[in-house]
């Protein structure tokens, strides 16, 4: 079992930044990508940006260039750092664990709102 538990989020203005945590507690040792995810109201939930355990990162298209994922092994933690905020960005983000078996985990999310 993997938990994961997300803080952060909040309240920013357009151009504002960001900085979510995902700690994450229990066999975390079966993990092989960490991703975050996040979901508007009305909309499907989309992936932002996923980093393997090998440190390789991925983004999605509308977050390019403004958005880093990273990971502090020592903390057990995967931040997204989030720059230059649009309310497009605003949403529930979700932390997710992929295990090696293919099972995978999610955290509770936390609510990001930007406002213009």
């Known amino acids: 079992q993997v938990q994961l538990v997300e803080s952060g989020g909040g309240l920013v203005q357009a151009g504002g930044s960001l900085t979510l945590s995902c700690a994450a507690s229990?066999?975390?040792?079966?993990?092989?990508?960490w991703d975050w995810y996040r979901q508007a109201p009305g909309k499907q939930r989309e992936l932002v940006a996923g980093?393997?355990?090998?440190?390789?990162?991925n983004y999605g298209d509308s977050v390019k260039g403004r958005f880093t994922i990273s990971r502090d092994n020592a903390k057990n933690t995967v931040y997204l750092q989030m720059n230059s905020l649009k309310p497009e960005d605003t949403g529930v983000y979700y932390c997710?664990?992929?295990?090696?078996?293919?099972?995978?985990?999610w955290g509770q999310g936390t609510q990001v709102t930007v406002s213009s």
């Open positions: 980093i393997t355990r090998g440190g390789i990162t």
């Open positions: 997710k664990a992929n295990s090696v078996s293919g099972y995978n985990y």
């Open positions: 229990g066999s975390i040792f079966r993990i092989n990508i």
